[in-house]
């Protein structure tokens, strides 16, 4: 089956660093990626959405500028999180679909969670 | 907008006892339909999917789900819980943003198993 990996899994760093989570296709191309943030407990919020070579699609709330999302290949999407501070602690979870056909399914990673100590 | 809403936040049974975890849901079209399960620090597993087709949906792990349009309703059941249905569930909704349809997710049921 179509398997998503996401990278690293756990990470932890000092506030004001900025953070990359990567996420990765391995048995198939991703025209189209999200992301989701998860607060402890809670559900998950769809932060953003993008397609392959174009700019990403932002959810109301979501700065742009403080979570820059690159789509460049069909198999690679990165979330950065610039200037990360502890309210930026969160579980980001991706999730890649092999068009922009709702008719794809939307296949998950395993998630990163980010501790900004 | 899609959106969906898990009636309980937390559901107990005891082991071997039916599973019953509740989810409407809300939609202006035809919807699709997941139920998805998160184990502690863990991404998402789908479960199953109703996509117009039968609506009773035959998942992974015994667990099954129908899709009654009059209630707007999609609970998710099993008949027997075991231990290591302990997780998060999740029902999910498919939405409409600019055409890219991201899934919208419910806030979650947790459910425990009791030995």
């Known amino acids: 089956g179509a398997v998503v990996s996401q990278h690293p899994s756990w990470v932890i760093c000092k506030s004001g660093t900025s953070v990359k989570i990567e996420c990765r296709s391995l048995d198939f191309q991703a025209t189209t990626m999200f992301w989701y943030r998860q607060f402890p407990k809670q559900s998950l919020m769809l932060m953003a959405t993008s397609n392959e070579g174009s700019k990403a699609t932002y959810e109301q709330g979501v700065e742009k500028d403080k979570f820059l999302i690159n789509h460049a290949s069909l198999t690679l999407s990165t979330l950065t999180v610039t200037s990360a501070h502890p309210e930026d602690s969160s579980f980001y979870i991706c999730s890649a679909r092999e068009s922009q056909s709702s008719n794809q399914p939307q296949h998950f990673g395993d998630g990163t969670r980010l501790s900004i100590l | 907008a899609q959106s969906v809403t898990q009636l309980d936040s937390h559901v107990s049974v005891s082991e071997g006892t039916p599973v019953l975890l509740r989810c409407n849901y809300s939609?202006?079209?035809?919807?699709?339909l997941f139920w998805y399960v998160q184990h502690p620090n863990k991404g998402l597993q789908l479960l199953l999917k109703y996509t117009s087709a039968a609506t009773l949906v035959k998942g992974i792990n015994g667990f099954e789900a129908e899709f009654k349009k009059s209630e707007t309703s999609f609970h998710l059941t099993k008949p027997s819980a075991h231990m290591s249905d302990a997780a998060e569930y999740f029902c999910?909704?498919?939405?409409?943003?600019?055409?890219?349809?991201?899934?919208?997710f419910g806030k979650g049921t947790r459910l425990s198993v009791i030995a």
């Open positions: 999910v909704v498919r939405g409409f943003n600019s055409g890219n349809t991201p899934l919208v």
């Open positions: 939609s202006s079209y035809s919807p699709s």
